[in-house]
């Protein structure tokens, strides 16, 4: 190893504080370091590759090293390279928030940038909060979202965020958020009670308990529903046939906003551009980040119904709301360059033409037995992890923990595959790899998944 690399290695040892990380797991090893990326690829500080099976996180639409998105944002920094959208425009910001307003669904025309897919939901919150009081409900202010859901960091966004472990430590939160079901059909039966639904019951009992929750907290105190296309947390949950349908008709019955949290499922993951295209709905509000510039610059956005804008047009009334970066010149100028790229490699059609072959590999799973689910949809999905397959017994707490962190995790990384081995809910590996990815990534995939959960079972 060259003294360069020993440098950067000490660097990030001594000073760099890591992400949702343990720092004791590396007490005694290497902190991985990604150097680069190609393709479908990444490759470390040694030298050797990994398939990117996480495409970063659920973020490198185009793949990595697209030369023309380093290009643009470098030729964007020698225009302007930084200037607020506080009472000024500036040309990149109005191009990419006219080219997005094309692609949504409905009117959902209105777009308010941010930096990331946590201020998204945050300003989605406060949007239905301040809109709400401008109309004349000013009791309105409560949030719906579901279990193990992941919605973002910030403490709106925590608050809203289903999974327990993420919250304790900074509570309290934001006061007015709700849990309901989540669309989780592979354990409907210990959800409901209610032995055998089929997944278009399950969907619309789950429906339901946002119909039950509404009236139960007062239909005058409730502003909003956030719900994913399909949940990320938990791994990979999509919804039953009908269930947005059924939830969209909900919202609308209680005057209550459906907010689409697409940060993970808007720009091709689905194989659309949004999230909510791929089943058939159209929200009020969606939030939506990571994919628009295929992580070349960070970028996120909440994209409103133009109703909701409407009652800020006229007075003195403002969104007392924003963000320094947000819209960013040099962001929003990777952000077109990147849908050039999807219209031009027709990275949708690319997706939905190799979904049953994706599909098709990962159920080829389900022989192991470790193996109880497969679940996602596009380039989006999860494998539930099960000691049982006939009674789907799930591992205990120690199990999960000698399971993934202590083999799984590290075992599908030295095996040449980067993804997610997760436990926010029942134990599940995470796939979503760059979306110009085909049938020999997927073959590399299977290939690797099989011998690791192999080995995996052997050692339980």
């Known amino acids: 190893m060259t003294q360069p690399e020993n440098d950067v290695l000490k660097a990030a040892e001594d000073h760099l504080w890591l992400h949702f990380t343990r720092h004791s797991s590396y007490q005694q090893a290497e902190i991985p370091t990604i150097v680069r990326g190609e393709g479908s690829y990444i490759y470390d500080i040694h030298g050797k590759r ?69 201020e998204a939901v945050e300003s989605a919150w406060k949007l239905a909060k301040q809109y709400f009081k401008l109309v004349g409900k000013p009791l309105k202010h409560k949030v719906i979202s579901r279990q193990i859901a992941y919605h973002g960091t910030p403490q709106g966004a925590l608050a809203i965020t289903g999974i327990p472990a993420f919250k304790e430590m900074f509570e309290p939160l934001v006061p007015g958020s709700i849990r309901v079901p989540n669309t989780n059909h592979y354990r409907a039966d210990e959800i409901t009670g209610v032995k055998g639904m089929s997944p278009e019951e399950y969907g619309f009992w789950a429906a339901e308990r946002v119909a039950r929750a509404i009236e139960m907290e007062g239909p005058d105190t409730v502003a909003a529903v956030f719900a994913e296309p399909v949940q990320n947390a938990g791994g990979c949950f999509p919804p039953a046939p009908g269930y947005f349908q059924r939830l969209r008709e909900i919202c609308d019955e209680y005057d209550v906003l459906l907010v689409s949290d697409e940060v993970i499922c808007a720009f091709g993951r689905l194989g659309t551009m949004f ?14 980040a990571k994919g628009l510039t295929s992580g070349y610059s960070p970028i996120g956005a909440m994209i409103a119904h133009e109703r909701l804008f409407e009652p800020f047009k006229d007075g003195d ?20 360059a990147n849908l050039d790229i999807f219209e031009r490699e027709d990275l949708l059609g690319h997706v939905t033409r190799n979904e049953p072959l994706f599909k098709e590999t990962l159920d ?75 049938p020999e990534e997927f073959a590399e995939i299977g290939s690797i998944l099989r011998n690791v959960l192999t080995e995996a079972w052997a050692r339980l």
């Open 364 to 438: 080829g799973l389900r022989d192991l037995p470790i193996v109880g689910d497969v679940r996602g949809s596009g380039y989006f999905w999860g494998i539930e992890l099960v000691k049982d397959k006939t009674t789907k017994e799930t591992f205990d707490a120690e199990e999960s923990e000698r399971l993934l962190r202590g083999f799984l995790s590290k075992a599908l990384y030295e095996a040449g595959l980067y993804c997610r081995a997760d436990d926010r809910g029942d134990p599940v590996i995470q796939l979503a790899p760059p979306l110009i990815a085909g």
């Open 50 to 118: 990994y398939l990117d099976g996480l495409a970063g996180l659920f973020v490198v639409q185009a793949g990595h090293g697209r030369q023309e998105l380093a290009e643009a944002a470098a030729k964007q920094a020698q225009e302007l390279a930084f200037f607020p959208l506080w009472s000024y425009a500036h040309p990149k910001a109005a191009e990419l928030a006219q080219r997005l307003a094309s692609y949504t669904p409905g009117e959902l025309d209105r777009v308010f940038f941010t930096t990331g897919g946590g």
């Open 317 to 336: 009334t403002m969104f007392a709301h924003g963000y320094t970066f947000g819209g960013h010149p040099v962001s929003a100028a990777v952000a077109l």
């Open 275 to 288: 999230g909510g295209q791929k089943f058939d709905y159209v929200p009020d509000i969606i939030t939506c």
